[in-house]
């Protein structure tokens, strides 16, 4: 099987922040394996911008660098380095200093896509957006690209919208969750909305539950400050997992078009229920495993922050009012998975007898690692002596599904690509973020006013274990993390 490779139109790529870490891992490999693929055309070019004093060739050595401490990388992308560094340039920037613009005003072509991609501190975005105006670098046709957090509540939210407002068109601005880049993610909406089997059925008549799973071995790893600030509700729930669950509950768009998946989403955020104190478990995992605790971690013995959070949300609208939908995530888990289970009601009367043995039909949406889709089904146990019942998984792997020839991208080069191409498709809009936000502070408000601490749960577990009375209170259980 071969993938088509459409190459995307000439453009200039500026990276601010491009000698940070974000650059380094994610959004120069990306490009990069863009490059060797062949989507980048021959006039597309990179130029990177940062406070550090550096020359071109300097900055294709940190680059190559980089590159080289790639995993996995093929033989043609080894061979590519050398090329894909030829298409690298560097302007020292400081956002308050006219000098660095100047020169990188002169480094921009005409007749070429432009966009900046913001990959630098939250606070350095407004200098940033001044001086792409300021210094005649915002044109109609420029687009902006901004990390999240987008900020740490709705009011800092507003603050951030409102900012850019005064620089650029909503049609200008690309807010990136790179969860949306996922080949799986984007499968989601395939598998919903290209095929009649599963709609029919996707509402709360034959949905019992759904439960959405991001689970990580992993600890703080260097992020103390940052995550003692936010919590797993900020840096997972109101954003990743918000918008897996929105692509979940969402009615049909009447196109697959930026605006149109776009206004669908923000329907199911505004039909969120508020969520009860019952309905909501923190966690904090403690020293173990040869490894600290968290408040060790972020340097804070006295944290209150979450590192884990179950949830228990509903949504009232006609498709899914009386489904619940089962969040959780956190760190230092058990083992490293995302998923999203979509379990069907029981058949009204079983044909087999009471004592059959019965397991409903989930469909499981694998996003990592392994990404693909199981759906178990009820089938007859081979061999003579009645009928008996047994429960069998319909697995498919996208790497065996597709031959093993084509490796599943990274999100950041199906984001970075959508950018160039113009298509905010997989981007969210400023009001997506204000309303995700209006949901979620009431909720933190909720247990700061109550005065609450996280459980603690020990690293490799599940998480605490209040988290599995959370489901079993409604006679339900978590899928097992593995």
Same mark, same amino acid.
């Given at each position: 099987?071969?993938?088509?490779?459409?190459?995307?139109?000439?453009?200039?790529?500026?990276?601010?922040?491009?000698?940070?870490?974000?650059?380094?891992?994610?959004?120069?490999?990306?490009?990069?394996?863009?490059?060797?693929?062949?989507?980048?055309?021959?006039?597309?070019?990179?130029?990177?911008?940062?406070?550090?004093?550096?020359?071109?060739?300097?900055?294709?050595?940190?680059?190559?660098?980089?590159?080289?401490?790639?995993?996995?990388?093929?033989?043609?992308?080894?061979?590519?380095?050398?090329?894909?560094?030829?298409?690298?340039?560097?302007?020292?920037?400081?956002?308050?200093?006219?000098?660095?613009?100047?020169?990188?005003?002169?480094?921009?072509?005409?007749?070429?896509?432009?966009?900046?991609?913001?990959?630098?501190?939250?606070?350095?975005?407004?200098?940033?957006?001044?001086?792409?105006?300021?210094?005649?670098?915002?044109?109609?046709?420029?687009?902006?690209?901004?990390?999240?957090?987008?900020?740490?509540?709705?009011?800092?939210?507003?603050?951030?919208? !409102?900012?850019?407002?005064?620089?650029?068109?909503?049609?200008?601005?690309?807010?990136?969750?790179?969860?949306?880049?996922?080949?799986?993610?984007?499968?989601?909406?395939?598998?919903?909305?290209?095929?009649?089997?599963?709609?029919?059925?996707?509402? !709360?008549?034959?949905?019992?539950?759904?439960?959405?799973?991001?689970?990580?071995?992993?600890?703080?790893?260097?992020?103390?400050?940052?995550?003692?600030? !936010?919590?797993?509700?900020?840096?997972? +729930?109101?954003?990743?997992?918000?918008?897996?669950?929105?692509?979940?509950?969402?009615?049909?768009?009447?196109?697959?078009?930026?605006?149109?998946?776009?206004?669908?989403?923000?329907?199911?955020?505004?039909?969120?229920?508020?969520?009860?104190?019952?309905?909501?478990?923190?966690?904090?995992?403690?020293?173990?495993?040869?490894?600290?605790?968290?408040?060790?971690?972020?340097?804070?013995?006295?944290?209150?922050?979450?590192?884990?959070?179950?949830?228990? +949300?509903?949504?009232?609208?006609?498709?899914?009012?009386?489904?619940?939908?089962?969040?959780?995530?956190?760190?230092?888990?058990?083992?490293?998975?995302?998923?999203?289970?979509?379990?069907?009601?029981?058949?009204?009367?079983?044909?087999?007898?009471?004592?059959?043995?019965?397991?409903?039909?989930?469909?499981?949406?694998?996003?990592?690692?392994?990404?693909?889709?199981?759906?178990?089904?009820?089938?007859?146990?081979?061999?003579?002596?009645?009928?008996?019942?047994?429960?069998?998984?319909?697995?498919?792997?996208?790497?065996?599904?597709?031959?093993?020839?084509?490796?599943?991208?990274?999100?950041?080069?199906?984001?970075?690509?959508?950018?160039?191409?113009?298509?905010?498709?997989?981007?969210?809009?400023?009001?997506?973020?204000?309303?995700?936000?209006?949901?979620?502070?009431?909720?933190?408000?909720?247990?700061?006013?109550?005065?609450?601490?996280?459980?603690?749960?020990?690293?490799?577990?599940?998480?605490?274990?209040?988290?599995?009375?959370?489901?079993?209170?409604?006679?339900?259980?978590?899928?097992?993390?593995?």
């Amino acid at each position: 099987m071969v993938a088509r490779v459409i190459p995307v139109e000439p453009f200039d790529l500026v990276v601010f922040g491009a000698t940070g870490d974000l650059a380094r891992r994610k959004i120069l490999p990306s490009l990069w394996r863009r490059f060797a693929d062949g989507q980048m055309p021959p006039e597309g070019r990179i130029i990177g911008a940062a406070r550090s004093r550096l020359s071109t060739e300097a900055f294709r050595a940190l680059v190559a660098e980089a590159l080289n401490e790639q995993p996995a990388a093929t033989t043609a992308e080894r061979a590519a380095i050398g090329p894909f560094l030829e298409r690298l340039d560097y302007v020292t920037l400081d956002a308050g200093d006219a000098t660095g613009w100047q020169m990188l005003g002169e480094q921009m072509r005409e007749g070429v896509v432009h966009a900046h991609y913001f990959s630098v501190a939250p606070a350095l975005f407004p200098a940033l957006a001044a001086g792409l105006d300021q210094h005649g670098l915002n044109r109609p046709d420029t687009r902006v690209v901004i990390e999240k957090p987008f900020g740490h509540n709705q009011a800092s939210a507003q603050a951030l919208n !409102a900012m850019l407002a005064r620089h650029f068109d909503e049609s200008q601005i690309y807010r990136i969750d790179h969860y949306l880049g996922k080949e799986t993610v984007q499968n989601l909406m395939a598998v919903r909305f290209a095929n009649i089997l599963f709609e029919p059925l996707w509402n !709360a008549r034959f949905v019992d539950h759904v439960q959405i799973t991001v689970a990580e071995t992993v600890g703080v790893n260097g992020r103390g400050e940052y995550y003692d600030a !936010a919590g797993a509700m900020r840096d997972m +729930v109101q954003n990743h997992m918000m918008q897996l669950l929105c692509l979940i509950a969402m009615e049909p768009p009447y196109r697959f078009d930026s605006d149109a998946v776009r206004d669908e989403k923000l329907k199911v955020i505004r039909a969120l229920d508020p969520v009860q104190p019952e309905d909501i478990v923190r966690g904090q995992y403690r020293a173990g495993g040869g490894g600290a605790g968290f408040a060790d971690e972020v340097g804070n013995p006295g944290s209150t922050t979450e590192s884990y959070i179950a949830l228990k +949300v509903g949504i009232s609208n006609w498709r899914w009012r009386g489904t619940p939908f089962y969040l959780r995530t956190g760190k230092r888990l058990r083992a490293r998975a995302s998923e999203i289970a979509v379990t069907f009601r029981d058949p009204p009367h079983s044909i087999f007898g009471e004592d059959a043995p019965w397991r409903a039909n989930v469909l499981v949406i694998r996003l990592q690692p392994d990404e693909g889709m199981t759906l178990r089904v009820m089938i007859k146990e081979p061999g003579p002596g009645g009928m008996r019942l047994k429960d069998v998984a319909l697995d498919m792997s996208f790497a065996e599904a597709l031959g093993g020839e084509l490796p599943i991208p990274d999100a950041y080069e199906r984001l970075i690509m959508d950018v160039i191409r113009g298509n905010q498709t997989l981007f969210m809009r400023g009001d997506e973020v204000e309303a995700a936000w209006a949901w979620t502070d009431p909720v933190i408000a909720g247990w700061e006013a109550r005065g609450e601490r996280p459980h603690p749960y020990d690293p490799g577990a599940t998480g605490p274990e209040d988290a599995l009375m959370l489901m079993h209170r409604d006679g339900r259980r978590w899928r097992e993390i593995r």
